[in-house]
């Protein structure tokens, strides 16, 4: 450990950091980076002690797919040698994170999941990974994610799956699986993630954890993705945690094209506020009108008698939705193009789901793209006028379903080769309208099943309202401790 006191030269490393009780691999990226700023604790000792993890637990779960440990024991000395300079520390000074594999981090391979990528490093950080550099972060290597983040399995042909911590025989979700598996088994204290239809929040759900996909823009990228539909982020244990992380995610932008309204404070600062008494909309229906599960019905119920006990105005009852059948070709249409800007030295090699959607969007004039966008448009704006008029937050499922099989993502690909697609529908159809409205949206831990399987609920506010969502979330997690419960496979 570093010592109380100023030291001329850096800790040595720690031998056997696997074996140290005051290193809980459950504890939140803030407590991780408090205990380093004490120096109770090393960067290197931290990075070691999940480093151990995945020796030993990845292996069953696949959610890391690239490690550079030489790189990432580089990154740690030096955040311990710029703590013991001291001066101006960055807020998250030695962390670990890893990086969803579909953002680019210099000197590594990109390979979004595919076989038909280059194999060769990125030239540079993309603008997410710049900014947790920027915030003290150790880079710990990246997750698993499908094939271009298409489905909500994190399942490819180039690695294979990746299992839930909570029960290996069902999927994580996805597109941020490996992130969300990551940091339910303790792999990590937390983890970038990224949402274009719901790829933050279902992973949550289906590892017990908090997500929030921040609104349009809040968070930059050097391009807008799907149609300014999807966003970065994170997962994480605690609301506090997410809140911090959209405080370094969230910097100003001026080359971007389009900016979220700046916030009236730190977010982190609007945990513990008071959200006040809101007017709240339950609704266990969807824009496609898709069956929900028992249990997920029971998690639901859970969230209207917590907001309830919370002096919230609850109403039970389905907002208007757009038009099922407009808004699924228009969403569909924006989807086919994911791909669009990923470098493929080879298609042949690509999955066939895929192979289709690219055929699809190259079967798709300008004309008919450029309005579908604008339908999405104007159904986004019919939707959010609600919010602020007739209620303040939607609450919903934010999965249909349980966390489904691995594997019976590909039922039916052989007849049709865009089934996975379809088969991902249950999973994504109360979080997809959200990317396209521009709203943010949470999902958050407050159920589990009589087998102990996580279920998430998901909160979306209006337009901006990042910072309600955030108060909100965290008065329900001081009513509901959901950070205390991580699965066996990693205790």
Not at 103 to 124: K, M, N, Q
Not at 256 to 282: F, I, K, M, Q, T
Not at 390 to 399: A, E, I, S
Not at 426 to 431: G, K
Request: glycine share 10%; hydrophobic share 40%.
């Amino acid at each position: 450990m570093l010592g109380g006191g100023a030291a001329a030269t850096v800790p040595r490393m720690a031998s056997d950091t696997a074996s140290r009780p005051d290193l809980p691999p459950f504890g939140s990226a803030l407590e991780v980076a408090d205990a380093i700023r004490r120096r109770e604790v090393s960067p290197t000792e931290v990075l070691d002690l999940y480093l151990a993890r995945i020796d030993r637990i990845d292996p069953d779960l696949g959610a890391v797919v690239l490690r550079d440990d030489e790189r990432a024991r580089a990154d740690a000395r030096s955040a311990e040698e710029r703590l013991l300079e001291g001066g101006d520390l960055p807020p998250f000074l030695g962390v670990p994170i890893p990086i969803k594999d579909l953002d680019d981090v210099a000197g590594w391979p990109t390979t979004y999941g595919s076989r038909a990528t280059p194999s060769g490093p990125a030239a540079e950080d993309s603008l997410v990974v710049r900014r947790l550099r920027d915030a003290g972060f150790v880079l710990l290597g990246k997750t698993a994610t499908p094939e271009f983040g298409t489905i909500s399995f994190t399942e490819s042909e180039r690695f294979g799956p990746t299992r839930n911590p909570w029960d290996t025989s069902r999927t994580p979700g996805g597109s941020s699986g490996g992130a969300g598996a990551a940091v339910a088994a303790g792999l990590a204290p937390v983890a970038h993630a990224s949402d274009g239809g719901g790829s933050i929040r279902i992973p949550a759900s289906c590892n017990g954890l908090v997500g929030l996909k921040p609104a349009r823009n809040r968070v930059t990228g050097v391009v807008e993705e799907l149609a300014s539909a999807s966003t970065s982020g994170v997962v994480s244990r605690t609301v506090a945690d997410t809140a911090a992380l959209l405080d370094v995610l969230s910097a100003a932008d001026p080359g971007a094209w389009n900016h979220a309204p700046p916030p009236s404070r730190p977010y982190l600062g609007e945990v513990g506020a008071d959200p006040g008494a809101l007017r709240v909309r339950v609704s266990t229906s969807n824009p496609l009108g898709l069956p929900v599960e028992p249990d997920v019905e029971a998690a639901l119920e859970v969230a209207a008698g917590i907001l309830a006990s919370l002096g919230h105005h609850v109403e039970m009852g389905p907002p208007s939705w757009p038009d099922a059948g407009e808004f699924l070709v228009g969403f569909l249409t924006v989807w086919s193009t994911i791909s669009a800007g990923v470098p493929i030295v080879d298609e042949s090699l690509l999955e066939a789901h895929n192979r289709v959607e690219r055929e699809r969007a190259r079967a798709t004039d300008a004309i008919t793209y450029v309005e579908s966008v604008a339908a999405l448009q104007r159904a986004s704006r019919e939707f959010t006028a609600q919010f602020g008029r007739d209620l303040d937050v939607l609450v919903t499922p934010t999965m249909a379903v349980l966390p489904p099989t691995v594997g019976s993502v590909w039922a039916g690909g052989s007849e049709d080769p865009a089934a996975p697609i379809t088969n991902c529908t249950p999973m994504a159809t109360f979080t997809a309208l959200h990317n396209v409205t521009g709203q943010p949206a949470i999902s958050l831990p407050i159920h589990r099943t009589a087998a102990g399987l996580p279920v998430g609920v998901q909160f979306a506010a209006g337009p901006w309202r990042d910072d309600l969502l955030i108060r909100l979330a965290s008065q329900i997690e001081a009513a509901t401790p959901w950070a205390e419960h991580w699965p066996d496979l990693a205790g």
